[in-house]
């Protein structure tokens, strides 16, 4: 979400060597420093020399906080232990620990009459993206035991937030392991460590797999069906997780859910010369156009439907063609064009030849509703916010559909960990932060970082691994249109090709903040997990 802290931002920016961690779990780890100081006198020397010699006291492990509780999901009532504390992340050589992963993991409990078999029992690992977001959103809107609640449109009611029951969690599928990444949640950096070193794609993707490997060791969920759930930015770190889990360790996954997805940045990146993000954009503003009643005349009484295949059909056959003629393009022909876009995407077809056919995202979110001195959400752009500056095109003060969710998941995750979880701690929950800026990307310097080439790589040496990628038609941090053309790129071989699967829905990044999109979903990762598990032998 994108505010003045993007929840998902979509940078592309240079390359770290990747930094490889073990895992172990832990307390907050506090580093002692050695006594420094020349003594002044032999005795003390000698107290010194003992110091040195004195083997090191080990660390404390942390006392996880571990509640039980029971959920009615579909009329059956699942018994399940929650799990909430930290994990360290260690130096492989030094055994150091480097930073303190927070986590809150939920697991069935069996009884005596349904005994729990591990080698059928999936365990799914979820994370959201920013960089910067915690795994709040996944873990308090779709997946987790408890969800907040929200109104029919997808916003949140007025404050203090109301949580309940999510009556549509995962947990009949799957055990959920929710994670949160170096700077987020309550994670932390070690005492004296810098944060940094954990603040770059290959050092995330190290440092987040080496928690699902030790935590698949710990709890022996070696024999498990294992998957991975991403949204947004962490779409982009399941996908190479995909790859990384494998190589590194052999860990094959069953599968893998991308979320509002964002595997290859050039189709968001809105730079001199890339077109790309331009045409794929371009059908989520008509969507955003048909809802908000903007779109011409030729579309009036279109339904949504109707209106996303003549945009698509539109950027394929006409809009992207002309695109690649750049000047070459005549000027009856541009003018041509510029009327049929501004139909489409809900702008005077003025204000569309003068931008040279070439509409950025906050132009749009700006301008589309520039006479109600409104702007539109980036994440959901359905949702409206008020203007601080009217008439200042193409600068949003802040996004409204982040400010729709973004007091009630915090306030009621706050709530929620420390009352009925029992895991207090007095540092603020970052649910989303820029401290992990700047992010590092100098894995591709000079290029734009593109997962969909390691999805496609782990998907070739594993032809079991399932993807089920979900898409909100309103959604502008994370197009559908270049999730279907990231996809449709990626050059898989026939045999495969069938693994991926795409569904799309009516609301927007979090397109779980719509109830019946919710149930949507959940509908849909039944039937995921359902073929997924049946394709391996597990059900």
């Not at 494998?246 to 050039?266: A, H, K, P, W």
């Not at 980036?378 to 007091?407: C, H, K, M």
């Not at 039944?526 to 394709?535: M, P, R, S, W």
Request: some cysteine; aromatic content about 12%.
């Amino acid at each position: 979400m994108k505010s003045p802290r993007p929840l998902f931002s979509l940078l592309v920016t240079i390359l770290v060597l990747p930094v490889t961690f073990s895992l172990a779990q832990e307390g907050r780890g506090r580093g002692g420093r050695g006594n420094t100081a020349a003594p002044e006198a032999s005795a003390a020397a000698a107290a010194a020399d003992a110091k040195k010699d004195a083997p090191a006291k080990e660390e404390k492990e942390p006392v996880l906080s571990v509640t039980f509780h029971e959920i009615t999901l579909g009329g059956q009532v699942i018994k399940y232990k929650a799990t909430a504390g930290y994990m360290a992340m260690k130096d492989a050589k030094t055994e150091k620990t480097k930073a303190n992963l927070f986590f809150i993991g939920y697991t069935k409990i069996g009884t005596d009459d349904d005994k729990l078999d591990l080698t059928k029992r999936p365990v799914t690992y979820s994370f959201n993206g920013g960089p910067g977001s915690a795994s709040i959103w996944l873990h308090m809107g779709a997946l987790g035991p408890k969800r907040i609640a929200m109104t029919e449109k997808g916003e949140s009611l007025p404050p203090p937030y109301k949580m309940i029951d999510n009556d549509l969690c995962w947990l009949d599928q799957t055990d959920l392991v929710f994670v949160d990444p170096v700077s987020t949640g309550y994670s932390r950096a070690a005492t004296g460590e810098d944060p940094h070193q954990f603040h770059g794609f290959n050092e995330d993707v190290a440092s987040v797999g080496d928690f699902i490997r030790l935590y698949t060791t710990r709890n022996s969920r070696w024999p498990s069906p294992k998957f991975l759930i991403g949204e947004s930015y962490g779409t982009t770190r399941a996908s190479a997780l995909s790859d990384y889990l494998q190589d590194r360790y052999g860990l094959y996954l069953n599968g893998v859910t991308l979320l509002s997805s964002i595997m290859n940045f050039e189709t968001a990146r809105f730079t001199p010369g890339n077109d790309l993000p331009y045409t794929l954009f371009l059908p989520t503003y008509a969507a955003g156009a048909w809802y908000h009643k903007r779109l011409g005349a030729a579309y009036a009484g279109a339904d949504l439907p109707t209106v996303l295949k003549a945009a698509e059909k539109f950027v394929q056959e006409k809009y992207a063609p002309a695109l690649m003629r750049g000047d070459a393009l005549g000027a009856a022909e541009k003018a041509a064009l510029a009327k049929e876009e501004a139909a489409l995407i809900g702008l005077p077809e003025a204000f569309v030849l003068q931008r040279n056919l070439r509409i950025d995202i906050f132009t749009y979110t700006t301008k589309l509703l520039e006479d109600q001195d409104r702007s539109v959400g980036r994440y959901d752009n359905r949702l409206t916010g008020i203007r601080y500056a009217p008439g200042s095109a193409g600068r949003q003060e802040f996004d409204p559909s982040y400010e729709a969710v973004y007091g009630a998941y915090t306030a009621c995750f706050n709530d929620y960990v420390r009352r009925e979880l029992k895991y207090e701690s007095d540092l603020p929950y970052n649910a989303l932060t820029g401290e992990v800026q700047p992010w590092s990307y100098n894995n591709v310097q000079n290029q734009y970082l593109n997962t969909a080439e390691m999805l496609h790589q782990a998907m070739s040496r594993n032809t079991s691994l399932k993807v089920w990628i979900a898409n909100g038609h309103f959604d502008l941090a994370t197009p559908y249109f270049a999730t279907d053309y990231t996809v449709r790129q990626m050059g898989l071989d026939p045999a495969v090709r069938g693994n991926i699967s795409l569904t799309f829905y009516e609301g927007g990044h979090m397109m779980y903040m719509v109830p019946s999109e919710l149930a949507k979903l959940k509908a849909d990762a039944v039937k995921f997990y359902d073929a997924t598990l049946k394709a391996a032998g597990v059900r």
